[in-house]
């Protein structure tokens, strides 16, 4: 049962959006561990619940990850059983300490909701942080069908709004009590969670929408398969897709050109590739900047390493700025564990030679563009780790999603970059190899896009920046507040009998 409230509760996030299920499965994951707590092995009875709701959750929410392990198939395709089982229970375990840390101080009544929800809040932070962190489908993601209800995530964070949730849902456990009393704070919360939506319906409603002026976007969207990316039979025909979408005729001709994650088709820096210098060179003119995410090579301490980089490239191919990826995936372009797994067979997916991480989040500041702040894949994901100093005046987020296969794990990508910039009050440009690429505002809002496997490019204007949101401001501050209120109310003392 615990298994597949976990997989029902999945279902919220995007692409099927049903917000209604997750609420009712952590309500249905409280019952069950009613259920432990009478029984005489509660820790590990508990502890299995947990597991075992995180296994079906993380499941259903992440399968989309076994593409990645078929993109080269002959040299991967043997992982991807054993990460489908590893990852999911993995990442269970988080879940499986928080419950069997519930049963520490489980009391009948609202304490144990808000014990349950600081637990598990703890259990989502740590998923995010250890380990590098993946704080995907956080349980605020699940309010993907209402951008309205997001815009609270520019006041608290992406964190704050899912320990709300987390809150909401444990509290319809009290719906099965049978005193009048316990259905005040599921009522409660359904009224704040109703005025969360209303403000956020206001924001949107006088939210401007207005652009910077002199700047105009073209972001290309080649769709180049992975298996054909880097073949060397048809590297001058992938190349020349490029250049040739980069340079088609509009009518506003465009002043900043933005390519996807790694999109050159040859694993070297565009400037130690001649032609194809002359060629960026020739595209960017007099006026216009390159944006495009390349592989970079140092000679660093007397090692070749290899870095997911950004290239700023200028008037006459002139290189302005680079930028090196420090969030780098697990797996995917590093080895945990490196000497144990290398021993067993295991190796990068995206690179057997493995990424260098760069020093973190920066600012560019170049002629002819607003200062901006690069993003290169799924290090939008993280929030409050995304904006340097001074602060930018938008994001461009580059990202190959081809590895996150045709329809689920590319959606996801980006309602998280959407949430980025509501928390940050900051429009993203974000183009991606295969799809989803897109123009956001500061409000989350979608201005221009291109759909999954489209082959082409969006000429938009740039939104213009808010002005530093809450969140931006203070960070995580009223989480803790939240959090701190949850410790609170678990042992403030009492005589009153809690229904």
Known sequence: M??????????????????????????????????????????????????????????????????????????????????????????????????????LAWRSGRRRIFFFTAVFFAAEWLRGHILTGFPWNLPAYGWAASTALLQSTAVFGAYGLSLLTLLFGASLALLAADSDRAKFLPTALALLF??????????????????????????????????????????????????????????RPPTHIIWPEAAPPFFAPIDQVPQALDEVAKLADDSRLLLTGEVRIAEEGGQRRFYNSFGVFGPHGKVLATYDKFHLVPFGEYLPLSGILRSLGFSEIAADTGFSAGPGPKTISVPGTPPFGPLICYEVIFPNEVAAQPRPAWFVNLTDDSWFGPN????????????RAIEEGLPIARAANSGISAVIDGYGRIRARLPLGMRGVIDADLPTALPPTLFARFGNVILLLFFAMCIVVVFWPSRMRNP
């Not at 401007?208 to 180049?224: F, H, N």
């Not at 689920?408 to 949430?419: D, E, F, K, S």
């Open 408 to 419: 689920t794990g590319p959606m996801q990508h980006l309602l998280i970059a959407r949430v």
């Open 194 to 251: 109703l005025g969360l939506w209303a403000g956020g319906e206001l924001r949107l409603a006088y939210g401007p929408e207005a652009s910077v002026p002199d700047v105009r976007l073209r972001i290309v969207q080649p769709s180049t398969s992975q298996i054909e990316k880097y073949d060397p039979d048809k590297l001058a025909q992938n190349w020349r897709r490029l250049i040739d979408l980069s340079a088609g005729a509009t009518e």
């Open 2 to 103: 615990a298994v597949g409230l976990g997989a029902a509760g999945a279902l919220a996030f995007e692409p099927f959006r049903f917000f209604p299920l997750l609420l009712l499965a952590y309500a249905a994951l409280v019952l069950l561990l009613d259920g432990a707590a009478e029984g005489k092995h509660r820790f590990r009875d508990a502890a299995l619940i947990g597991w075992s709701f995180g296994f079906g959750f993380f499941l259903i929410g992440h399968y989309w990850i076994g593409y990645a392990f078929l993109v080269d198939a002959s040299a991967h395709a043997w992982q991807m059983p054993i990460a489908m089982l590893v990852m999911p229970s993995g990442f269970g375990l988080f879940y499986g300490a928080a419950a069997a840390l519930c049963m």
